[in-house]
Structures are given as C-alpha cells and as structure tokens.
C-alpha cells in the first residue's frame, strides 16, 4: 500500500466538475511533483488531499486508513500539511507568533519548542527576524515563514502550492533549495508548481495535470525531457 494515493476521485466546485477520474499515489520519502497550467486543477488536488474539499466519487488513502471524507482538523493531525499558494500570513503578528501558529495541532504542540529550533536552523534568517511584523518582511521571506509555519505542524507530508509565485528568479532559487532540504531531513514532499524546470529537477515523479485529468506521468527526469513537456511548459 502507498503512503498516499488516490484512486479515481471526481470533484466538483458546485455543478462544475474540476477533477475527473484521477489517482495517482506519493511513496513515503518521495518528492512528487504536480505541474500543468492555471485551472488545470493542482490547486483543488491539494485542497481535496488535505480535506478542505470532498470528492464525489472515489478514495484517498494515507497510511491505509481512508480519509477522503476527514476535516481538514484530522489530516493536519494524522500529518498532511497544505502551504497554501499565496502564503496567508497573519500580517501584523510577528514571524515567531505566525510560526507558533503551525503547531496548534496535539501532536504537534507537545514538540513546539523544539520544532521551532529546527525550523531555525533549517531557516536561519526567521530566527533574525523572529520579532518582526510579518508585513515588513519581502516577498520571499514571507514565503519562508510559510514554509515555517507548515513545518510547525511536524508534517510527515508537506503539500505546497506555488511556493514560487511572484517571486525574483534569485529567491525562487532559494526556495526550492529549502525544499530540497526538507525532503533531504525525511518529509515526503508534494509539490505543485508552475515552474515546471525547477520543480521537476528537484522531484522523484511528477504528473502533468490538464483540464482536470492526469495527462502524463513518470520519473521526472523523463518528463522534462519529453517532447511535449519541452513544448508545452518550458518554451522550447
């Protein structure tokens, strides 16, 4: 049995169906990439994984157990994490109070202090800025305390949507270095990203997501050599 997988889940946004007849399953220690086009569905996948959307028809599984009807509240302690696109920061509360804030769950809040050490030491720049208005900080860094915040949670999966977005080529570097890093200290990764080049180089497997359905899928070495991925995604 995998450690996540999805089995032939259709979900709507009301009448409107997004996803259609989709699995796909993530390895314990894996970094998977999701990657397509905007309202191909990554971001209702994430959603629907980490239970703040319910598919109409099929089955997700996490550690065996099926979870495709649990609140959002049960994934988070069972140990799925979802980095929201956009950061959603608590803007005018300091870096170590929006850390805080990813360790409400019980099993995570008994290793607090200790969590946020490593969060330190993995993001050392949060620690010099720990005091700071979340408001005041760059686009980047803010993107860091959200990484942060979701690790607080002690995640055994990390979900991330568009960690990259809008942000300078430079950090978008530094980004996908940090999670390189987190999969490197043992947290299975899930990764959906627009930037197609970096997240793939950095991932196990990827899936290609078009209009709702799973298009392709493999190592991610030969997704980005494939002729269409070249075309479609990386403008060559």
């Given amino acids: 049995m995998s450690f996540l997988e999805v089995n032939n889940i259709d979900v709507y946004y009301g009448d409107v169906q997004v996803i259609f007849?989709?699995?796909?399953?993530?390895?314990?220690g894996e970094v998977v990439s999701i990657i397509g086009s905007n309202g191909a569905g990554k971001s209702t996948l994430l959603k629907t994984i980490s239970g703040l959307m319910h598919p109409a028809k099929g089955e997700i599984l996490f550690e065996d157990s099926f979870v495709q009807s649990a609140p959002p509240e049960d994934m988070v302690e069972r140990g799925v994490t979802q980095v929201p696109e956009g950061r959603r920061l608590f803007m005018l509360m300091s870096v170590k109070?929006?850390?805080?804030v990813g360790a409400y769950n019980s099993r995570a809040g008994r290793h607090m202090n200790a969590t946020l050490e490593e969060v330190y030491a993995l993001l050392p720049k949060l620690q010099e800025r720990e005091d700071q208005l979340?408001?005041?900080?760059?686009?980047?860094?803010?993107?860091?305390?959200a990484v942060g915040r979701g690790l607080m949670a002690k995640p055994k999966?990390?979900?991330l949507d568009e960690p990259s977005l809008g942000l300078a080529p430079i950090l978008i570097k530094d980004i996908f270095q940090t999670v390189r890093k987190i999969a490197d200290q043992g947290t299975t990764v899930l990764l959906v990203e627009q930037d197609v080049k970096h997240s793939l180089s950095l991932s196990d497997r990827g899936y290609v997501l078009e209009h709702g359905r799973i298009a392709m899928e493999g190592p991610a070495n030969e997704l980005?050599?494939?002729p269409h991925i070249k075309t479609a995604y990386l403008g060559l």
């Fill in 21 to 28: 007849n989709l699995s796909m399953k993530v390895e314990e």
């Fill in 97 to 100: 109070d929006n850390l805080i």
């Fill in 134 to 145: 979340a408001i005041t900080l760059s686009g980047g860094e803010q993107q860091m305390v």
């Fill in 157 to 159: 999966l990390l979900m």
């Fill in 224 to 226: 980005l050599d494939d």
